[in-house]
Nanobody, 125 residues
Framework: QVQLVESGGGLVQAGGSLRLSCAASGRTFSSYTMGWFRQAPGKEREFVAA????????YYADSVKGRFTISRDNAKNTAYLQMNSLKPEDTAVYYC??????????????????WGQGTQVTVSS
């Protein structure tokens, strides 16, 4: 069983930055694929970024590529999402997700079996 707790959300002006953290319990964190998703009011939850353990690869949605960076510190059992050049359209509840190996279709919600409670990010214009 893995528990995920997000933190770091808040209110920021357009062009600003935030760093989200996802603290995970469990001894096998380093083997998990970590993902970040977001859900804006009235919209479906969408993929933002993922970090796979097996290949060390990172993946991003086109809408955040070049602005967001996913990283992880396996020693601290923590994943991060550094968000720069934030836009009002980035406003959403951001969720951390995890999946034990193997993982297929990392960009889909169904690929993950553990979720955090979410943290609100609001970007003002």
């Amino acid at each position: 069983q893995v528990q995920l707790v997000e933190s770091g959300g808040g209110l920021v002006q357009a062009g600003g930055s935030l760093r989200l953290s996802c603290a995970a319990s469990g001894r096998t964190f380093s083997s998990y694929t970590m993902g970040w998703f977001r859900q804006a009011p009235g919209k479906e939850r969408e993929f933002v970024a993922a970090s796979t353990w097996s290949t060390g690869s990172t993946y991003y949605a086109d809408s955040v590529k070049g602005r967001f960076t996913i990283s992880r510190d396996n020693a601290k059992n923590t994943a991060y999402l550094q968000m720069n050049s934030l836009k009002p359209e980035d406003t959403a509840v951001y969720y951390c997700a995890a999946r034990s190996p193997p993982i297929y279709n990392y960009w889909t919600r169904d690929a993950y079996n553990y979720w955090g409670q979410g943290t609100q990010v609001t970007v003002s214009s």
